[in-house]
């Protein structure tokens, strides 16, 4: 089985470090970390990653934006949002724009260890 291929879209440089630490136990290949929409939705057609964490409150193009780009381009990619908007409204904006998950920040790598995990089941069985 190849890698999945992971983009990392956070505005904070933290947060995607993070996210990249946690998640290489997954075997997931990071092809990508961008700081706001506009670079996620270029590396985005650069790679074809598999997954991606999208940040919703990022410069230049927000997350809901980009969800609704990317989606536009393939309609299969698993998105996770990591977020800290607890705005249950903008949860399901992302939700109801393609995204398959949300998660809360802050959040600890076990959090998001099991939700990108029930994001890769979800494309193991679909």
């Known amino acids: 089985m190849t890698a999945r291929k992971l983009l990392i879209a956070d505005d904070s440089n933290i947060v995607r470090s993070k996210i990249a630490r946690a998640l290489g136990q997954h075997g ?10 506009r670079e996620a939705l270029e590396l985005f057609k650069a790679t074809r990653p598999d997954v991606l964490t999208m940040d919703l409150t990022m410069p230049e193009m927000d997350g809901i934006e ?3 780009a990317i989606r536009a381009l393939d309609a299969k990619v698993r998105i996770l949002v990591v977020s800290a908007l607890s705005d249950k409204g903008t949860a399901i904006q992302a939700l109801k724009q393609g995204a398959q998950g949300f998660l809360d920040k802050p959040f600890t790598e076990a959090e998001l260890s099991d939700a990108i995990g029930e994001l890769l089941e979800e494309t193991g069985n679909g």
Do not use: K
């Open 28 to 37: 997931l290949h990071i092809v990508g970390l961008a700081a706001n929409g």
């Open 66 to 68: 980009c969800i609704r």
